[in-house]
Structures are given as structure tokens and as C-alpha cells.
């Protein structure tokens, strides 16, 4: 089985090609995608040449982890069924020599059961959008966390971490955008440009813009005991001084990828109603589009998320 894909071959050198998928193993679904989304965190990385070493990274690769679409094969033992829908967080299913490391953006992709999640069809291209979602959510949850009361950035990540605290019954937080064309959007909470806000004692400060720099200027924000959590992804070095830091007691904690159980807790959520992603796909292109879609996205600072469409590919 062969299929159109997504190619990254090296940086800025990105095009639509063919390429065969590994046949199917036991326990693997086969999907065809609709949708998928463009990461404008780690695959604008890839996609600059600017990633640190990273394990299985290089190139050939297809990038994304995004990827919402319509099971078209699976055995009877999977547990799924063909017309049913899911989400994927990219898939390792190509060969011709091709890295799957991310490998969602495909027009069919191989993977296993255990590794979607179903969701209704309607969800549409907002279905691409559930691991960030998670991601966001896997930031908040956990022992001895507190939400934020404070975010920077109201890109995609910074409103879904602002939602989600308004959907757990928190004080709607503060939210610090720099570019004036980024603070509409906001859904029963604040945003302001930092150079507007007095505040010093914020509890718990969230940092979704991956800005290098910053963590100083957030540390003297904090109250004594405060958290600044780190939920953007860093290139370079992350420095602070330390002596406000030694005075304000601070506590610094990095938030990872998605889990699992917030992949289940975050479907829930918006099956619920109470997490809406209305909003967050400001751009769709087709698939045929996609090096005008990924210049775009990394570019154009109005994209808060791009949409591959794929329903035009075989």
C-alpha cells in the first residue's frame, strides 16, 4: 500500500510525495486522514533545522501529530470498527527510508489500536486539535498543582490552558499577549499586554509563549512560594538569577507531552461541552497546498492554527 504524505527532507525543503506504509501488524488499524494539524512548537524546529538532538530524529521525515480520520481497515480483534473515527498522534508506518518520528501528516497512516482515540465524526477539523488540548491539560493536572492565575501568550496552547481553567471551576486567570492581534479570542477571561499589569504576586505563573529570556522578568512577578511553570518548548538554555528566585522561594516546574489518561480526560471534556475548541482553526489549506500551509503557519503571525484538508487525496 502506498500513500501521499507529507516530506520534510531537510530544513525549509518540504513537499507533498508517495510513499509505502508497512503492511498492518496485529493489533493495527489502518486510518485515512481528514484533517491534521501543523505543530508551530517542535515541527517549526524540524522544519527551521533548529531542534536540539532529539532521540530518532533526522531526516527524510514526516512530520505531525495531529491527525484525525476515519478507520478504513481493522480485524475484528482490534476492538474497532471500519466508519468508525479517531484521533492519532502521528504514526511510525513508513518505509522508503522515511523517519516516522512524528508522522501524522499522511493521507492513510498504520498504527496501533492502543495508541487513538475515538472521537465523533463532527468534531471535524478541530479533531486534529486533541493533544494539544491534552498536552495543555497534562500542565494543570497532578499532585500539588496549582492552576494559573497568570498565562503568557494567547496562542493556541495559552487558550486552551485558559479555558481549562475556567472549565475547572478556577479564578479566570490573567492573560499577557505582546501582539495586539492576539488578544481577541479571550472566552471569559482577561488579556493584556504585560507592560499594562502591576501585579507581583502571582501564585502560579503559566508560560506558553517558549520565549527565551523571560523566566527573570516572571520570576519577579511571583509571590513568595509562587511556581512559574514552563509549558512552551526552549532551544536555548534556560537561565535565571538567582537571588530573586532564593527570595521569592520560587518553584520552577517543566510540563511535558501528553499521557494517556489525558488523552481520555481531555475527550471527555469536550464531549462534555465543557471544554470548547471553537476558534482555535483560524487557517485550512488542502493538502496539495501544504508548503504554502507550513510557511504560514510559522510565518504569519495571524495563523494560531493551520489545517491540512486531505479529502482531495487518493
Given at each position: 500500500m502506498r500513500?501521499?504524505?507529507?516530506i520534510?527532507s531537510?530544513?525549509?525543503?518540504l513537499?507533498?510525495g508517495?510513499?509505502?506504509?508497512?503492511a498492518?501488524?496485529?493489533?493495527?488499524?489502518?486510518?485515512?486522514?481528514?484533517?491534521?494539524?501543523i505543530?508551530t512548537g517542535t515541527?517549526k524546529?524540524?522544519?527551521?533545522?533548529?531542534m536540539?538532538?532529539?532521540?530518532?530524529?533526522g531526516?527524510?521525515?514526516?512530520?505531525g501529530?495531529e491527525?484525525?480520520?476515519?478507520?478504513v481497515?481493522?480485524?475484528?480483534?482490534?476492538g474497532?470498527?471500519v466508519g468508525?473515527?479517531?484521533?492519532v498522534p502521528g504514526?511510525?508506518?513508513f518505509?522508503d527510508n522515511?523517519?516516522g518520528?512524528?508522522?501524522?501528516?499522511?493521507?492513510?497512516?498504520?498504527t496501533?489500536?492502543s495508541r487513538v482515540?475515538?472521537l465523533?465524526?463532527?468534531?471535524?477539523?478541530?479533531g486534529a486539535?486533541l493533544?494539544l488540548?491534552?498536552?495543555?491539560r497534562?500542565?494543570?493536572?497532578?499532585f500539588n498543582t496549582?492552576?494559573?492565575?497568570?498565562?503568557v501568550?494567547h496562542g493556541t496552547?495559552?487558550r486552551?490552558?485558559?479555558?481549562?481553567?475556567v472549565?475547572?471551576?478556577?479564578?479566570?486567570?490573567t492573560?499577557?499577549?505582546v501582539?495586539?492581534?492576539r488578544?481577541d479570542?479571550?472566552?471569559?477571561y482577561?488579556v493584556?499586554?504585560?507592560?499594562?499589569?502591576?501585579r507581583?504576586?502571582?501564585k502560579?505563573?503559566?508560560?506558553?509563549s517558549?520565549?527565551?529570556?523571560l523566566?527573570d522578568q516572571l520570576?519577579m512577578?511571583?509571590a513568595?512560594?509562587?511556581?512559574v511553570?514552563?509549558?512552551g518548548f526552549?532551544?536555548e538554555?534556560?537561565a535565571?538569577a538567582?537571588p530573586?528566585?532564593?527570595m521569592?522561594?520560587?518553584?520552577?516546574r517543566?510540563?511535558?507531552?501528553?499521557?494517556p489518561d489525558?488523552?481520555?480526560?481531555?475527550?471527555a471534556?469536550?464531549?462534555s461541552?465543557?471544554?470548547?475548541?471553537?476558534?482555535?482553526?483560524?487557517?485550512?489549506r488542502t493538502?496539495?497546498d501544504?508548503?504554502d500551509?507550513?510557511?504560514t503557519a510559522?510565518?504569519d503571525?495571524?495563523c494560531l492554527k493551520m489545517?491540512l484538508?486531505?479529502?482531495?487525496?487518493?
Open positions: 500513500t501521499t504524505a507529507v520534510l531537510g530544513p525549509r525543503d513537499a507533498l508517495n510513499l509505502g506504509l508497512k498492518p501488524a496485529d493489533g493495527d488499524i489502518v486510518v485515512q486522514v481528514h484533517h491534521s494539524g505543530s515541527e524546529l524540524f522544519y527551521t533545522g533548529t536540539p538532538p532529539f532521540p530518532g530524529m531526516y527524510p521525515l514526516v512530520p501529530y491527525s484525525f480520520g476515519e478507520v481497515e481493522a480485524a475484528p480483534d482490534t474497532f470498527r468508525e473515527f479517531v484521533f504514526a511510525n508506518c518505509e522515511v523517519k518520528l512524528f508522522g501524522g501528516a499522511s493521507r492513510h497512516l498504520v496501533q489500536t482515540a475515538r465523533d465524526r463532527g468534531a471535524g477539523a478541530e486539535l493533544a488540548a491534552a498536552t495543555a497534562h500542565a494543570l493536572a497532578g496549582a492552576l494559573p492565575d497568570l498565562i501568550g496552547l495559552g486552551l490552558l485558559a479555558r481549562l481553567t472549565a475547572a471551576g478556577g479564578k479566570p486567570p492573560v499577557w499577549e501582539n495586539p492581534a488578544r479570542g479571550a472566552m471569559g482577561e493584556i499586554d504585560p507592560a499594562d499589569d502591576p507581583r504576586d502571582y502560579a505563573i503559566y508560560d506558553a517558549g520565549a527565551k529570556g523566566l520570576i512577578r511571583l513568595k512560594g509562587g511556581e511553570v514552563l509549558a526552549y532551544t538554555p534556560v535565571f538567582f530573586p528566585a532564593f521569592r522561594e520560587a518553584r520552577i517543566i510540563a511535558s507531552e501528553w499521557s489525558d488523552l481520555v480526560a481531555t475527550r471534556l469536550i464531549e461541552g465543557d471544554l470548547s475548541l471553537a476558534g482555535l482553526v483560524t487557517h485550512t493538502a496539495s501544504a508548503t500551509a507550513y510557511r510559522f510565518e503571525a495571524d489545517i484538508d486531505w479529502s482531495a487525496e487518493a
